[in-house]
């Protein structure tokens, strides 16, 4: 959407920067509930296997806008992890024209961190990142120390985020402490919004109050991909079956 209106038309009621920002990390490292959280909704203490790509949007005023009320909007894009290992096509779909990517990490998997090292090296292009460690609180399960962390985020200059375990607690007076600072984080790794002042929730205001905002609009938009597959393995035994698993998974949940 641009900007400024054309010569000829008359000024916009309202301006809306769409922003997208890909989620990707390994089964139960937290993304879905880092999501619901950052979209100002309760996290939910049962574990949900995410099908296909999931896409959840959270909306902000933008301060200092005279005339035109102008916002921006987070497109949260969330690929499934297993369901993305049988489908090679959904993770780069889902990192396809990101405004910023958010890999998402837990400090007990030690199989996960090393897994990200090299889908930074070589699987996943280029962009502005973002590295986002769970489960912070749990220091006798740590798998990864925060010295690893800070020094993966600065050979591949990301910003890091470090959340504890207590996301998941509804919070009653006021969102939880890393939220304005994951949202700081994804601005500033977002060349689009690095001139604009946003308002975001803050943990020391509950949300009652008018002067702590919540996202203004929430949506949720699930879908299964349907599953290109290589040449290698058109055999229609394979197609069957992981198509199959795939909607039989999705029936669960």
């Known amino acids: ?26 089964s139960a490292s937290g993304k879905t509930c880092l999501i619901d959280v950052l979209c100002g909704q309760a996290a939910s203490m049962k574990y949900t296997e995410t099908v296909g790509i999931c896409v959840k949007q959270a909306t902000f005023e933008i301060k200092e806008s005279p005339g035109i009320e102008t916002s921006v909007r987070y497109n949260f894009w969330e690929a499934g992890h297993r369901h993305a290992q049988m489908f090679s096509h959904m993770l780069p779909h889902c990192l396809e024209d990101a405004d910023v990517q958010v890999h998402v990490l837990s400090m007990t998997d030690r199989a996960g961190f090393e897994e990200l090292i090299q889908q930074l090296k070589k699987g996943i292009p280029a962009g502005n990142r973002i590295l986002v460690a769970t489960r912070q609180d749990n220091v006798a399960g740590w798998a990864v120390a925060p010295q690893e ?34 949202y700081a984080s994804i601005q500033h790794a977002c060349k689009k919004l690095s001139e604009v002042t946003i308002q975001y929730p803050s943990p020391e205001l509950p949300h009652s ?12 938009v699930n879908s299964i991909l349907i599953p290109k597959y290589e040449e290698e393995e058109a055999d229609s035994g394979v197609r069957d079956s992981r198509l199959s698993g795939a909607l039989e998974s999705n029936a669960q949940d």
Request: hydrophobic fraction near 40%; include cysteine.
């Open 149 to 182: 962390l800070s020094e993966l985020a600065q050979q591949n200059q990301a910003a890091l985020c470090l959340v504890a375990n207590d996301v998941a607690v509804k919070q009653e007076d006021g969102c939880p402490e890393f939220v304005p600072e994951v």
């Open 1 to 26: 959407m641009p900007l400024h209106p054309g010569l000829l038309d008359g000024p916009p009621e309202s301006l809306v920067f769409d922003i997208k920002v890909a989620v990707c990390g390994r």
């Open 209 to 220: 109050k008018e002067s702590n905002p919540k996202p203004k609009a929430f949506s949720r």
